[in-house]
T-cell receptor, first 110, second 116 residues
């Protein structure tokens, strides 16, 4: 079993839809949870950074962490074609280095 | 300036060649990283430098040799690579290296390496 599981997609949604991206994990030592966005042929860029359980909102993006279920989510409201990218969850904690999920490829259709 | 600059963007090399990848940042970050990313896979950590000293080597084969000449520069020297080493090599930096708490990593656009 991988430490971090992420549905690779691909996921296609119409413009304006609410997108839900998810990861599950098995290592209870993880405390820091991140979402990175990676456009084709570019490096990843950090979208959201959260510590422990709870919600965090930034514009159209909301990150949720449920440590009891070992489950994290990223919601994108009013999705735009410019949101088309691969979304990588990542987590770390307790001296463990950053562990990435396999990434979900998202396409937002105009 | 919030950029991590990597050169070259593309590199093709034979198995007997010696080449280098370069990475530069001017954000005052004291931690720098090399990651390897194969197509449709997540980045995999190779090396971490903290304050110009090698802190982590994730059991990377010796045909990859990192070097951190100063706090702004990170090199990856390549020698006798194999075709399976073809990948996107990503450099990243962060304010500091704290094991278990990476903070925000700033990634470069990567160097796409093809080994023939």
């Amino acid at each position: 079993q991988k430490e971090v599981e992420q549905d690779p997609g691909p996921l296609s949604v119409p413009e304006g839809a609410i997108v839900s991206l998810n990861c599950t994990y098995s290592n209870s030592a993880f405390q820091y949870f991140m979402w990175y966005r990676q456009y084709s042929r570019k490096g990843p860029e950090l979208l959201m950074y959260t510590y422990s359980s709870g919600n965090k909102e930034d514009g159209r993006f909301t990150a949720q962490v449920d440590k009891s279920s070992k489950y994290i989510s990223l919601f994108i409201r009013d999705s735009q074609p410019s949101d088309s990218a691969t979304y990588l969850c990542a987590m770390s904690g307790s001296a463990r280095q950053l562990t990435f999920g396999s990434g979900t490829q998202l396409t937002v259709l105009p | 300036d919030t950029e991590v600059t990597q050169t070259p963007k593309h590199l093709v090399m034979g198995m007997t060649n010696k080449k280098s990848l370069k990475c530069e940042q001017h954000m005052g970050h004291r931690a720098m990283y090399w990651y390897k990313q194969k197509a449709k896979k997540p980045p995999e950590l190779m090396f971490v430098y903290s304050y110009e000293k090698l802190s982590i080597n994730e059991s990377v084969p010796s045909r990859f040799s990192p070097e951190c000449p100063n706090s702004s520069l990170l090199n990856l020297h390549l020698h006798a690579l194999q075709p399976e080493d073809s990948a996107l090599y990503l450099c990243a930096s962060s304010l500091q290296f704290v094991p278990g708490n990476p903070g925000e990593l700033f990634f470069g656009e990567g160097s796409r390496l093809t080994v023939l």
